[in-house]
């Protein structure tokens, strides 16, 4: 199946599920960095979901119904601009090459909206995604308000389109998976270059620069999230983005970087010795999240409940925590205590996709957490953080690990697609000696 098959395929089966109705789906805005300067540009993921389209300035509108019609908004063609700003595809080329039944210039979307929403019995919209769109639609629903007398009636009804893309979103095509795949590979390798070149005295910002330059030179425009390279006690701070200190012989360094590939997302951490070596305490600790990560894949498989590789890892981390002194009591009543939240307190994964934290519902209708299901792709990520303090053993004082994998549920278990980042002691310390940095 062409790509183009496959955005329309999805287009097709939103119109299905909506039954009648029509979807109102915008791109994201530009976001000016400064006076005429802008962000580098990043679509909206359920816009390119529907349509594959990545020109800022468009909007998709979704006709549902026995004769569903697909129409593009988008930039007009602009010798002008794009002599100063680059290719525009214009309605016409996005309507041929992107397979919409129809697309018109987005400066007739205040003169068509309205008429094309009038007797639509409801509006699929993301509403509260973004202010500037909910004015816009709230004009065009007063507007046609406005004509009732002549027999035009507004959406009686304004439904969350995200309901229905999230579910689709959740589970990933062979084409989605076969990107996915592509990013761990690109990201894996990165995580792998940085292995490589750090050395101590090194700058966070060097190795950073390390990851994404193996990025770049396979195709990726761009991190899926602001990198994470912290040394030493900068890992204890879950969101370190500053990347700005001096690495030191001794400490650990914890990566959290992924790539974004054609729009989807990976997301892997890894945590190395500077030196190239663990020191004792390092290695027991990082043998205790690598056993809890362990733990959690293996519960990565089909009709298994979300929450089961949390769970799974928690148990393993708390054994150990207790084992090492770091925490007092039974496993039980470290859990329920939750005295354990000193040391590990995010939770072991989420969904991945288009956006690092996915779309998707992680319980069902009845609040029970959702059974896991082929094609669904999530990240298996616990960690352990100790901060200096009275009552923990001063050997793990600033020692942030965490160690993160990319995994596709599968019809028989698990698929771990990050595997080619090395992660066990054995491997990371024999990699960094062929590198001569140990
Ligand atoms: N890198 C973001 C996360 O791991 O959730
Ligand atoms: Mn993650
Ligand atoms: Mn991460």
Not at 96 to 116: H, N, R, W
Not at 353 to 364: C, I, M, N, P, W
Request: aromatic residues 10%; hydrophobic residues 40%.
């Amino acid at each position: 199946m062409s790509q183009i098959e496959e955005f329309r395929l999805r287009r097709q089966q939103l119109a299905r599920q909506m039954g009648r109705g029509a979807a109102l789906i915008p791109t994201a805005p530009e976001a000016i960095r400064n006076r005429d300067s802008h962000y580098p540009y990043r679509f909206d993921s359920y816009f390119y979901y529907l349509t594959g389209f990545d020109e800022p300035e468009a909007l998709l509108l979704l006709i549902a119904g026995e004769h569903p019609r697909s129409i593009l908004f988008c930039r007009d063609k602009d010798m002008e601009r794009e002599i100063w700003d680059g290719f525009r595809h214009g309605p016409q080329g996005a309507q041929s090459t992107f397979g919409f039944d129809e697309a018109y210039p987005i400066s007739q979307l205040d003169e068509m909206v309205p008429k094309l929403l009038g007797n639509q019995p409801k509006l699929y919209f993301s509403l509260g995604a973004d202010a500037a769109w909910d004015q816009r639609v709230t004009t065009w629903l007063q507007q046609l308000r406005a004509q009732g007398r002549s027999g035009i009636n507004a959406p009686a009804a304004i439904v969350d389109v995200r309901q229905l893309l999230d579910e689709m979103r959740l589970i990933k095509s062979p084409a989605e998976l076969d990107v996915m795949q592509r990013a761990a590979t690109i990201t894996a390798n990165a995580h792998k270059r940085a292995m490589l070149a750090t050395k101590p005295g090194m700058m966070e910002y060097e190795v950073e620069a390390e990851v994404l330059h193996e990025f770049y030179r396979h195709g990726s425009r761009a991190p899926a999230y602001t990198s994470i390279v912290a040394g030493g006690a900068n890992a204890c701070v879950l969101h370190y983005v500053s990347n700005a200190a001096r690495l030191n012989n001794g400490e650990l360094l914890l990566i959290d970087a992924g790539c974004e590939l054609d729009g989807y997302a990976a997301d892997i951490t890894r945590t190395f010795p500077v030196s190239g070596k663990f020191s004792a305490a390092q290695k027991d600790l990082y043998e205790l999240v690598l056993a809890a990560q362990y733990a959690a894949i293996e519960q990565v498989k089909p009709s298994q409940h979300w929450d089961a590789p949390h769970e799974a890892a928690l148990e393993v981390l708390v054994r150990g925590f207790i084992d090492l002194g770091l925490c007092q009591g039974s496993v039980e009543a470290v859990i329920e205590s939750g005295d354990y939240r000193r040391f590990y307190m995010h939770r072991t994964g989420h969904w991945l996709g288009l956006d690092v934290h996915d779309a998707g519902e992680y319980k069902d209708a009845s609040g029970d957490w959702r059974s896991l299901q082929p094609g669904m792709v999530l990240t298996v990520e616990p960690g352990c953080y100790v901060r200096p303090a009275d009552n923990v053993p001063e050997c793990f004082w600033n020692i942030g690990i965490r160690i993160e994998d990319n995994v596709v549920v599968m019809a028989h278990g698990a698929e771990v697609i990050t595997a080619a980042a090395p992660k066990t002691v054995n491997d990371i310390e024999q990699l960094m000696a062929e590198a001569g940095v140990s």
